[in-house]
C-alpha cells in the first residue's frame, strides 16, 4: 500500500505544474522592435514589437534569454527591461470558444487567411493589435498570428500552465 501511495505521489508531483522560482518578467524595450531567433539554429525567427511582455529565467551565457513560454525563442537580454516580480506580466490570454469544433483560427493578418487553429483553452501572449484583432505569439509554435478578441479571454498573469 506505501509503494502504491508513493508512486501515485509523485505521479501527481510530475504532473502538476510547478513555477520556477527564478521565473522572472521581461518587456521589450521602448525604443523600437527587437528581433528574435531560434533556440536550436540561432536563426532570425521575426520580431517582437516594443513594450511585449514575456517571462524568463535566467540570462544564457552568450547573453540571450530564453522566452519561457515559448521555449524555441530567444531574445537579446540587453533589448529588455526586466522586473522581479512575476505578476507585471500581463499581455497573456487564455483562447475560449463557444465553436463546437473548440478550435480558433489563428490568422496572418485581420481577417485574413488561416495559418492554424488553437484549442480551446490554449495559452497566446499578446504582442500587438489591429483593430479587434489581437496579435498573439503561440507559445509552442512560436508562431506570430491574429486572433479576434472577441474569443480570447481577458488579459491575465501568464505562466498558468508551465
Known amino acids: 500500500m506505501k509503494k502504491v501511495l508513493l508512486a ?9 505544474p510547478v513555477m520556477s522560482q527564478g521565473v522572472r518578467c521581461a518587456r521589450i524595450a521602448n525604443d523600437g522592435q527587437t528581433s528574435v531567433f531560434d533556440v536550436n539554429t540561432g536563426e532570425l525567427a ?8 514575456f517571462h524568463y529565467t535566467a540570462v544564457r551565457s552568450d547573453g540571450y534569454v530564453v522566452i519561457h513560454e515559448s521555449p524555441t525563442l530567444m531574445v537579446a537580454a540587453n533589448q529588455l527591461v526586466s522586473s522581479n516580480y512575476i505578476n507585471s506580466c500581463k499581455n497573456h490570454y487564455t483562447v475560449q470558444t ?6 480558433v483560427n489563428v490568422r496572418n493578418a485581420p481577417d485574413g487567411d488561416i495559418l ?5 483553452g490554449a495559452e497566446v501572449i499578446g504582442i500587438g493589435s489591429s483593430g479587434n484583432w489581437a496579435q498573439i505569439l503561440t507559445p509552442t509554435e512560436g508562431l506570430w498570428g491574429y486572433v479576434h478578441y472577441d474569443l480570447l479571454s481577458i488579459p491575465h498573469y501568464g505562466v498558468q500552465n508551465h
Open 46 to 53: 521575426g520580431y517582437l514589437p516594443e513594450m511585449t511582455e
Open 8 to 16: 501515485l505521489g509523485l505521479l501527481l508531483l510530475c504532473s502538476t
Open 98 to 103: 463557444q465553436d463546437l469544433d473548440g478550435y
Open 116 to 120: 492554424t487553429t488553437l484549442p480551446n
